[in-house]
């Protein structure tokens, strides 16, 4: 399995941008594929987005198309989440997970490996 640390969390502003980090540690760390979920306060968990072991694909929740992406960088054991056009709605802790099974990480089912969360809070 891969250990998690996720960053980059903070406040900002309505329509502003925030950079989430995922560092990994650990072996295979290339042969994961990794994804980012949110929870609110109150509410469950939903699915964010995800990249496979490559970056060959990538898969979005509706609401965040057109404004978050997804990238990795094998070199740094690392992956990205960059947010733009924030909405006071996308407040939530944001959880990076790996799983060898893309599959899973878009279905949220079994994931292998999750982080401990960064918050993400987004002022109107």
């Known amino acids: 399995q891969v250990q998690l640390v996720e960053s980059g969390g903070g406040l900002v502003q309505a329509g502003g941008s925030l950079r989430l980090s995922c560092a990994a540690s650990?072996?295979?760390?290339?042969?994961?594929?990794i994804g980012w979920f949110r929870q609110a306060p109150g509410k469950e968990r939903e699915f964010v987005a995800a990249?496979?072991?490559?970056?060959?694909?990538?898969y979005y929740a509706d609401f965040v198309k057109g404004r978050f992406i997804i990238a990795r960088d094998n070199a740094k054991n690392t992956v990205y989440l960059h947010m733009n056009s924030l909405k006071p709605e996308d407040t939530a802790v944001y959880y990076c997970?790996?799983?060898?099974?893309?599959?899973?990480?878009?279905?949220?089912?079994?994931?292998?490996?999750w982080g401990q969360g960064t918050q993400v809070t987004v002022s109107s």
């Open positions: 650990g072996h295979s760390f290339r042969s994961y594929a």
């Open positions: 990249i496979d072991w490559n970056g060959g694909s990538r």
């Open positions: 997970a790996a799983d060898p099974i893309f599959g899973r990480i878009i279905g949220d089912y079994a994931v292998a490996s």
